[in-house]
């Protein structure tokens, strides 16, 4: 199932599931509809060694956009793993685009602080 974020298909596709299922158990069902903004993914993609890698956006912070330039960004990229400290052993990311796992929590500020 794609995205199930608000007003995506997959939340509309995961909404009349759900709805369906209460229907079948004779559960009495109401929608309410309500305005939220909502992220618009258009498109993200990485290009890394001559290949095109899609990439979802995630949530973004707060309302205010990360905004990227539309000629993109470029830099080496370093892959530091769950982005502990120790990760960055033998890396100078300073410059660098620095990926890392998803999982990563609040570990991306290391990456800040180290450039």
Known sequence: ???????????????DYIKSKL?????????????VAVPLDA?????FGGKIIKAGALWPNGIQTSATPTHGI?????????GRLEDFNGYNVNG????????????WLNAARLG
Do not use: L
């Open 23 to 35: 229907v079948e158990y004779n559960i009495n069902v109401e929608i309410h509809r309500y305005v």
């Open 74 to 82: 470029k830099g080496r990229a370093v892959y530091v793993g769950r």
């Open 96 to 107: 660098s685009i620095v990926i890392m796992d998803f999982n990563s929590g609040d570990n």
């Open 1 to 15: 199932m794609k995205s199930r974020v608000t007003g995506y298909p997959g939340f509309y596709d995961a909404a």
């Open 43 to 47: 498109e993200s993609y990485i290009e």
